[in-house]
């Protein structure tokens, strides 16, 4: 720590520099962050998944309806808790629902008023603020798939997430109300049957079972824990993580050129005061030590100012990518591995000068100037 | 006067080590933004060439895309008779359609994607004549035959002529491979109407879509205008191409923002970039500016001469930029297309637009970076600057 003063005078010698080079590792560590945020948001999914929970759909697609009448026989399975059903409109178990998903929080109190209510419907929070619901709004939605004209509900109750990720942009209603709106060929199908099981361990013995007992029926199913399920939709979306990691190599490797030449520069325009330095008897050591310092201190500061900007700008991009993507959420993982980022690139900058300047040669320093 | 351009150029020869730095930081965001811009541009030159001007395509009022949408049989014959519609031996030129999505291995990595497959009537190809068989044959209607896109063929394993492959409770046979021109379309697996309504139990007297063929561009209005005003319909129109366009638009501008922020962003760090070396260069040649001053260069011609060396150096990496992501053009990847839940097959799209556009952008990279130490260098007082060292 004696050399702080030392360090920081030299940081200080050229202050435009300084600034250009904090503001690059900004720029770095902000569009480090970005790209965190936007990897997560298309595979964070599967990160969510509760391991208590098997999806089952039909084997042909997830636009195929199973019937509802499979419930009674997938409750009848060892290991199986509970069960509950939704479809793509929204109609969905309201005797199941909020044991299943115990992540998804509904009040008490609007929850009992939505158990009374025919028409009741419950929103995630982000859908409420997207159009603008409260409690109480009467909402008429027109299905294209079902028909029927406009179908109205009763808005009874906002549910939120547990942890800032979970999707809130989903819209419930009474299952009972489905079958009595929808068309004749429509009724008694559902989308798809979530399972919740008693032990994470059975997932692969009640998934097999599931799909052996509808096997050959009409409606064959498909059964797959939570986590494969959603890792499989993000499968589809190409090569998000190729992409962003190609972004995020030329990124990393552009910065390093940038400070790795600053750093080079300003130790070259300092050869005769490291000279000095060294022939009145700084060690090796800590002329090394002094270059790395610098070049760590701006990396860190540089590293910081720019998590702090994406942290304020997430909110923002958030709001602009709302609709196409999920919540947007820099998590502590994320900045702590951008600081690490930051650091480690510092200290490559650093360490081709600081050999330089520490295998310097006093005579020959000074007879260069 | 004006100083010598040989001047820039030796001066960027004795500083290579900065100057490739600055090339590099100003490629890596061209190239960043060029490939951005062309995956979005291939999304969308996909979509949009599914789509033929002169067809028009029917759907429920207020479907958003065919997997939400129905039109019956009774609508379907309604609309067939309506004015505008291309007749070949007095039938209308007309198909009626089911769109479903069945899942088939992706031959990368070996785990199920959703295929859309479209039952189409068997005249599909006089509707959308930019479609050939290119392999094999048509299928014949009343049976379960399947016809191919050649994206899909080249993108799932077991979709090859001659293969039976299962799925919604059927047993089908592949018989033909289409080629659509690189359309949606190649993506896509279809077969008879009837019989995909028959596997997927849908009832037989509803589609999803109505796709006909227009006896002349210029009939779409009379068509659509007679369609409106018509009591037994409750369907919305909208030109081929328009629909497609519109399916594009989403995942398009989700790129273009995500792409263009990157872009900027990157942008901005390489302007620091620039600038860095170039008050490096003009803090290091101090003397030599001080020299050329005093030797009668104006502070005019300084400038002009530190700006021509950031914008070469900007011009080269903008040039490599462009060219290290030139071979991506034309090749393929896959992305979900949200709007029916399918898995697409598009290819990057670099046109020479984009080219012009990555150069520009550079350009305006090497002005930003370079003309602040340009200006730094020309101002300042000659004899300090020739003492100062």
């Known amino acids: 720590m004696k050399f702080a003063g030392i360090i920081f005078a030299n940081l200080l010698r050229k202050k435009v520099r300084l600034l250009l080079t904090l ?62 059903h939704d479809n793509w409109f929204g109609g969905m178990d309201p005797e199941n629902q909020r044991e299943v998903y115990p992540e998804l929080i509904v009040p008490d109190d609007q929850w009992n008023v939505f158990l009374k209510d025919r028409q009741g419907a419950i929103a995630g929070a982000a859908t409420a603020k997207r159009f603008g619901w409260k409690i109480g709004d009467r909402i008429p939605i027109k299905t294209t798939i079902y028909g029927g004209g406009a179908w109205e509900f009763n808005l009874d109750g906002i549910y939120h997430g547990k942890r800032p990720q979970d999707d809130e942009t989903q819209f419930w209603f009474q299952w009972d109300y489905f079958e009595e709106k929808v068309p004749d060929r429509f009724k008694g199908l559902i989308g798809w049957y979530t ?94 030590f002094l270059v790395l310092a610098e070049a760590l201190t701006i990396a860190l500061f540089g590293g910081i ?12 991009l958030s709001n602009a990518l709302s609709g196409m ?45 | ?105 992706l031959r990368e990595t070996g785990t ?41 063929r080249d993108s799932y394993s077991g979709l090859t002529v001659g293969r039976k492959v299962n799925f919604g409770g059927g047993e089908w046979t592949v018989v033909g491979i289409f080629d659509a021109g690189g359309s949606a379309f190649d993506s896509e697996v279809w077969c008879d109407s009837r019989i995909l309504q028959d596997v997927y139990k849908r009832p037989n007297n509803i589609f999803q879509s109505v796709t006909v063929h227009l006896s002349s561009p210029d009939a779409f209005q009379a068509f659509k205008d007679a369609i409106s005003k018509d009591p037994r319909l409750d369907v919305d129109v909208s030109r081929e191409i328009d629909y497609y366009a519109k399916q594009s638009q989403a995942m398009t501008r989700l790129i273009t923002f995500l792409g263009g922020l990157v872009a900027v962003v990157m942008g901005i760090g390489a302007i620091f970039g620039a600038l860095n070396t170039m008050y490096s260069a003009v803090s290091e040649r101090g003397r030599e500016i001080a020299v050329m001053r005093a030797l009668g260069f104006s502070a005019i011609a300084v ?48 046109t020479p637009d984009l080219l012009v556009g990555g150069i520009i952008f550079a350009l305006a990279m090497g002005v930003a970076g370079g003309l602040l130490p340009a200006i730094h260098a020309a101002v300042r007082p000659i004899a300090t600057a020739l003492r100062s060292l």
């Open chain 2, 303 to 350: 400038v002009f001469s530190f700006l021509i060396e950031a914008l070469l150096i900007s011009l080269v990496g903008g040039a490599v930029g462009c060219v290290a992501v030139l071979p991506l053009n034309g090749f393929t990847t896959g992305a979900m297309n949200w709007q029916t839940f399918s898995h697409m097959a598009f290819a990057f799209s670099i």
């Open chain 1, 195 to 288: 399972v919740q099981l008693d032990s994470p361990d059975s997932a692969v013995r009640v998934a097999k079972t599931i799909d052996q007992d509808f096997l050959n029926s009409p409606y064959e199913t498909k059964t797959e824990t939570e986590s494969a399920f959603a890792q499989g939709w993000v499968k589809q979306f190409g090569n998000i993580e190729f992409l962003i990691l190609v972004i995020g190599s030329v990124v990393f490797f552009t910065l390093l050129l940038v400070t790795g030449n600053t750093m080079a520069i300003s130790v070259r325009e300092r050869t005769g005061e490291l000279a000095i330095l060294k022939a009145i008897g700084f060690k090796d050591g800590s002329i090394l």
């Open chain 1, 23 to 84: 503001g690059s590792f900004a720029v770095a560590l902000f569009l480090f962050a970005f790209l965190a945020v936007v990897r997560y948001a298309f595979t964070g999914g599967a990160d969510l998944a509760d391991a208590h929970r098997l999806v089952t759909i039909n084997r042909t697609s997830i636009i195929q309806p199973i019937p509802l009448s499979y419930r009674d026989k997938i409750l009848g399975i060892p290991g199986v808790r509970r069960v509950t």
């Open chain 2, 1 to 105: 006067m004006a100083i010598p351009v040989i001047y820039n150029f030796r001066s960027v020869r004795a500083r290579w080590t900065s100057a490739i730095v600055a090339v590099l930081g100003i490629a890596g965001t061209v190239g960043v933004f060029v490939a951005m811009l062309s995956l979005a541009r291939g999304f969308r030159a996909t979509l949009v060439s599914s789509g033929a001007y002169d067809n028009a395509i029917i759907m429920r009022a207020g479907a958003t895309s065919e997997m939400m949408s129905g039109v019956s049989l009774d609508s379907m014959k309604i609309i067939q008779d309506e004015p505008g519609v291309a007749r070949v031996n007095g039938e209308p030129v007309v198909t009626s359609e089911v769109v479903v999505v069945a899942p088939f291995p």
């Open chain 2, 112 to 152: 199920d994607a959703n295929v859309q497959v479209r039952g189409v009537s068997a005249n599909v190809l006089t509707v959308r004549r930019n479609v050939k068989i290119v392999d094999g044959r048509m299928f014949q209607p009343g049976l379960s035959e399947l016809v191919v896109g050649h994206y899909a």
């Open chain 1, 325 to 369: 993507l999920p919540n947007l959420i820099l998590s502590k993982t994320m900045l702590a591995a951008g600081l690490g980022f930051a650091v480690f690139v510092g200290a490559c900058s650093g360490v081709l000068p600081g050999i330089g300047a520490m295998r310097l040669r006093v005579v020959e320093a000074f007879r260069r100037i």
């Open chain 1, 305 to 316: 100012l720019g998590l702090g900007l994406a942290e304020l700008a997430m909110p923002v």
